[in-house]
């Protein structure tokens, strides 16, 4: 596998966010952006962000017509008199939800074939819905005065050989955050050396993005309050509160304990959901921890997912707090 770094990479990455698909969406409806939790999670990694200024006036950076206007929204008349604002480094990569899945399961992408024109036309397809993802989410974190460039795995030069990370050029990564901006990367339809194309997923994305850039700690944004047990909607089900990994890369629940799992947590995928869901979501979190660092999965747009952000919960776990840590059974 080759993974491309610049020498003069940053080694001060204080947190890789994780704003699951389900969260950022409105998963049952096609290609609907959820408005209300974006915006909420975009005010939250501003806070989590921001040194010692969080209370700052915000300087938009979308400099762009919006829905229902007439005229291109500006703050360049507020910077002469703004202060630098100094944020400590994240990087954020995003999931599809309801943007790319439909494209994906409809034509097969995930499963390769380029030679067949459905498969070729469904990869253009879910690239075009995952890129104009990309773009609103990087356009709502601007709104926040978070400097974000969005950048697509496929254009970056990331490809898979039997769906697994082949090569991945970070080194425009490492520019970009040295520069003082925020990454914002996302699961892409990309080529594979093996099966002609797959789906990159936001979740393998941030595994690599882990082992190479070494960040204090990973958050996952979910729609759910972490890892249950078994679905949570069914009836039930156990929140898991701590989940310890060992040297080999096992996992097990360590909080709660539970008679009735051995390592073994039941999850559900979605119909057109090519990138393995929760399944996935654990074991690259597992991978994630087995280096080192802690993996907090939580809901997004919660008081919760606030203090996982901010890294209250590096030294210590409130008993109030709701979500999942994943971390290094020492």
């Known amino acids: ?82 202060d630098s604002s100094e944020f400590s480094k994240f990087v954020v990569v995003h999931g599809a939800g309801s943007f790319g899945h439909f494209q994906a399961s409809r034509s097969g992408v995930h499963k390769g074939g380029l030679e067949k024109p459905i498969v070729k036309a469904g990869f253009v397809a879910t690239r075009i819905s995952v890129t104009n993802l990309n773009l609103e989410i990087v356009r709502a974190l601007a709104r926040e005065g978070i400097p974000t460039i969005g950048m697509s795995p496929f254009s970056c030069g990331w490809t898979t ?70 679905p949570p909607s069914e009836i039930d089900a156990v929140p898991l509160k701590e989940i310890a990994v060992a040297e080999d890369g096992s996992w097990k629940v360590v909080n709660p304990v539970l008679d009735h799992t051995n390592n073994k947590v039941q999850t559900s995928v979605a119909a057109h959901d090519t990138t393995g869901g929760m399944e996935t979501k654990i074991s690259e979190a597992a991978m994630i921890a087995k280096l080192g660092i802690d993996v907090y999965i939580v809901k997004a747009a919660t008081p919760h997912s606030q203090r996982a952000l901010n890294g209250e919960l590096r030294e210590s776990v409130p008993d109030d707090w709701l979500g999942t840590i994943i971390r290094f059974s020492k």
Not at 13 to 30: F, M, Q, S, W
Not at 35 to 41: C, S
């Open 1 to 82: 596998m080759e993974l491309n770094l610049s020498e003069s990479s940053t080694r001060s990455i204080r947190c890789i966010v994780k704003l699951g698909g389900a969260a950022i969406t409105k998963k049952n409806e096609l290609e609907e952006i959820h408005d209300k939790n974006l915006e909420t999670m975009a005010c939250q990694l501003r806070q989590a962000m921001m040194k010692g200024s969080a209370s700052s006036k915000v300087i938009g950076m979308d400099w762009s017509k919006r829905p229902g206007s007439s005229e291109i929204a500006c703050d360049v008349d507020d910077l002469g008199d703004q």
């Open 161 to 230: 050989s039997k769906r697994d990370v082949a090569s991945a050029d970070l080194s425009t990564v490492a520019k970009t955050i040295d520069s003082g901006f925020v990454p914002v990367l996302h699961g892409d339809a990309v080529l594979d050396n093996m099966l002609g194309c797959t789906i990159l997923s936001g979740d393998v994305i941030i595994r690599h993005l882990a082992d190479h850039l070494k960040p204090e700690y990973v958050v996952f944004l979910t729609d759910v309050h972490g890892v249950y047990d078994r």
